[in-house]
T-cell receptor, first 111, second 115 residues
Framework: KNQVEQSPQSLIILEGKNCTLQCNYTVSPFSNLRWYKQDTGRGPVSLTIMTFSENTKSNGRYTATLDADTKQSSLHITASQLSDSASYICVVKRGANNLFFGTGTRLTVIP | NAGVTQTPKFQVLKTGQSMTLQCAQDMNHEYMSWYRQDPGMGLRLIHYSVGAGITDQGEVPNGYNVSRSTTEDFPLRLLSAAPSQTSVYFC??????????????FGAGSRLTVL
């Protein structure tokens, strides 16, 4: 069964601290994995995409990793800011056109 | 550049009523789609279109209708609203058929409550 599971469901951290969000998937055949950020009351916005051959990719303070062998990805946020408070959604693409969405991790950054 | 525009942002319906959620994009994207987002669940695909005049069903199409008469517009129709259709609806578009690394651009969402 094609599934995408994210952990933790929610996370509260102090401003300035780092955090790591996890995504495990069973989607096959794997095409790519994308992390989206969804602010409250808004639509998701793409942060980064990982293909099969990529292990690490950074986008500013966001660093995504992918282990295609264990079917795991992580999103690491460095020096968190209040504006990082959002839901982070992992989306795995199967084959040419099928997308599988995780339920997201709700991150709250407090001052 | 407006991107993907959804209207209305909020709507309350009574059971059995019908309505249309509007979606328009100004990026000349071929691919458009509708998702619903419910608590504790990932986004689920309702219907999608790969071009004007072409539509197809997604994972949860029952109770919804779509049409694509122009490249820009992709309305979602609720034929007879039910409480189970209470959700947040997102329209999303992409420049290709999701092939390669094409990314989805989402609208801001439409929150629908069915009483």
């Amino acid at each position: 069964k094609n599934q995408v599971e994210q952990s933790p469901q929610s996370l509260i951290i102090l401003e300035g601290k780092n955090c790591t969000l996890q995504c495990n998937y069973t989607v096959s055949p794997f095409s790519n994995l994308r992390w989206y950020k969804q602010d409250t009351g808004r639509g998701p916005v793409s942060l980064t995409i990982m293909t099969f051959s990529e292990n690490t990719k950074s986008n500013g303070r966001y660093t995504a990793t992918l282990d295609a062998d264990t079917k795991q990805s992580s999103l690491h946020i460095t020096a968190s800011q209040l504006s990082d408070s959002a839901s982070y959604i992992c989306v795995v693409k199967r084959g040419a056109n099928n997308l599988f969405f995780g339920t997201g991790t709700r991150l709250t950054v407090i001052p | 550049n407006a991107g993907v525009t959804q209207t209305p942002k909020f709507q309350v319906l009574k059971t059995g009523q019908s309505m249309t959620l509007q979606c328009a994009q100004d990026m000349n994207h071929e691919y458009m789609s509708w998702y619903r987002q419910d608590p504790g669940m990932g986004l689920r695909l309702i219907h999608y279109s790969v071009g004007a005049g072409i539509t197809d069903q997604g994972e949860v199409p029952n109770g919804y209708n779509v049409s694509r008469s122009t490249t820009e517009d992709f309305p979602l129709r609720l034929l007879s609203a039910a409480p189970s259709q209470t959700s947040v609806y997102f329209c999303a578009s992409s420049s290709g058929r999701l092939s390669g690394a094409n990314v989805l651009t989402f609208g801001a969402g439409s929150r629908l409550t069915v009483l």
